[in-house]
């Protein structure tokens, strides 16, 4: 009897997975992170006083979509860095950066590596990586995360692989 329900769920699942029942709640959770990324940016940008802020949004976008980036970690690390109490709209890419910092010195003063430190410079690079790209646009300073471009290139090959199995399954 057991055979029987297992075989069920999993034929169901499939069913699910291949109608593509189960990817709204993903593809609404992408739209609600890339809003909530593009205010965030866009309120950077303007607080500082720049000009060309919607193109720089429109650019920080564009490469952050390179990345290869779960939406609710991008939720996640977007509401922590707007809840921070030394938040304000002109500091947000050097709170980001001080938590990168500060990410990094736990890491040097810690025997063991904590997933949540290592996915946690992770996010703070996929922050800082689009503006670095896209700061020429307003002005705006860049953030020195040359030791990290490791850990950039392999989201950037990650998703590219992902893109490619995608346009793959697509022309079938």
């Known amino acids: 009897m057991k055979l029987l329900s297992y075989k069920s769920i999993i034929?169901?699942?499939t069913i699910i997975l291949l109608t593509g029942c189960g990817n709204n709640y993903y593809s609404s959770l992408e739209k609600k992170a890339k809003i909530e990324i593009n205010d965030t940016v866009t309120k950077y940008c303007e607080a500082n006083h720049y000009s060309f802020c919607e193109i720089y949004a429109r650019c920080y976008n564009n490469v952050s979509n390179y990345l290869y980036l779960a939406?609710?970690?991008k939720l996640k690390f977007i509401s922590e860095i707007t809840n921070d109490p030394q938040?304000?709209?002109n500091k947000t890419m050097d709170i980001v950066y001080s938590k990168l910092k500060d990410s990094e010195s736990k890491?040097?003063?810690?025997k063991e590596k904590s997933k949540e430190d290592l996915i946690s410079r992770y996010y703070y690079n996929?922050?800082?990586y689009p503006h670095n790209k896209c700061s020429s646009i307003i002005g705006a300073k860049q953030y020195d995360i040359?030791?990290?471009?490791?850990?950039i290139q392999?989201?950037?090959d990650s998703k590219r692989?992902?893109?490619?199995?995608?346009?793959?399954?697509?022309?079938l």
């Open 11 to 13: 034929f169901t699942t």
């Open 71 to 73: 939406p609710k970690k």
């Open 87 to 89: 938040y304000s709209p």
């Open 107 to 110: 890491l040097k003063n810690s």
């Open 126 to 128: 996929s922050i800082l």
């Open 146 to 151: 040359s030791r990290h471009n490791n850990i």
């Open 154 to 156: 392999k989201s950037l």
């Open 161 to 171: 692989s992902w893109m490619m199995v995608e346009k793959n399954y697509n022309n």
